[in-house]
């Protein structure tokens, strides 16, 4: 007898919404330890955001497993240092594993957030990107049909599907060396629970601190889109700095906290 097929719902993945049910039976941004530092603050954080308009999504493959995630809301209330009014800002986009990528898998998250988008009349979607870590690779939203509409230092772009050519170019908000002279003295870690990574990275990083360099840090928590669209740095969400430099503008290690702390400083 010839093996039996499986139903056509069970060979394709599937999006489900995260929300209060769903949370607590799904990894939290690749992160399944209930015991995490960050993953409690990031349940706090979606339920804060919700009601701006967030929705996050994880993908499901065939066999249940989850493999992918999405997180996006109106760009009034974007966690970045942008201003993307009328438009869905995408905050972050994973497959969690190698054995989930090259699939089209990242193209499925990305149509959901557009059929959302053009659901909501909206003039688009945009989404920040980076050469660095924690943030998605642009070649998902390049091939996309996503363009390049502005730049930041060191290699943030802003990209953008737009559904109306007449409509505003999203952008970044700029005057980032004049938002960092105001952490002019000693060491400021600004930090927030949209990515709940870096619960842990800057707990550690004051740690080390206080402990290898006799520095108390001055911890800043961004408690609301405003705060982290007016944060000094495109990305928003982590920032470490020094004396008014900008030693990193994501979440970073321990170790290498102490690598940057050995290089000499203007």
């Known amino acids: 007898m010839a093996p039996s097929k499986k139903p056509a719902h069970e060979s394709k993945p599937r999006l489900i919404d995260v929300d209060a049910a769903s ?35 994880t993908l499901l493959a065939p066999d ?11 760009g009034e209330f974007a966690w970045r240092g942008v201003d993307a009014t009328d438009y869905l800002f995408i905050h972050c986009l994973w ?15 990305v149509e959901a957030c557009l059929d959302d988008a053009k659901k909501e009349g909206k003039s688009g979607v945009a989404v920040l990107v980076r050469d660095g870590p924690w943030l998605a690779d642009r070649r998902l939203f390049l091939a996309s049909g996503f363009v ?14 737009k559904f109306r050519h007449s409509a505003r170019n999203p952008a970044f908000k700029g005057d980032w060396d004049r938002k960092l002279e105001q952490y002019s003295r000693g060491l400021t870690i600004i930090r927030s629970s949209q990515c ?6 800057a707990a550690d990083i004051a740690e080390a601190a206080q402990k290898e360099y006799h520095l108390e840090p001055n911890v800043i928590d961004l408690q609301s889109p405003g705060d982290a669209q007016n944060a000094p740095t495109p990305y928003a ?11 990193a503008d994501h979440q970073i290690s321990r170790t290498r906290f102490r690598s940057i702390m050995k290089k000499p400083r203007r």
């Open 23 to 57: 949370f607590d039976t799904l990894p939290c941004c690749g992160i399944k330890s209930p015991k995490h530092p960050g993953r409690q603050e990031k349940r706090c954080w979606l339920q804060a955001n919700a009601k701006f308009g967030l929705r996050a999504k």
């Open 64 to 74: 249940g497993e989850p493999a992918g995630y999405i997180e996006y809301l109106p």
């Open 95 to 109: 497959i969690y594993s190698r054995r989930h990528q090259r699939k089209g898998w990242g193209r499925l998250l």
């Open 148 to 161: 390049p509409v502005d730049t930041a230092p060191p290699d943030y772009q802003l990209l953008v599907r």
């Open 196 to 201: 709940p990574h870096i619960a842990k990275f």
């Open 237 to 247: 969400v982590f920032s470490l700095i020094y004396d008014g430099q900008l030693l």
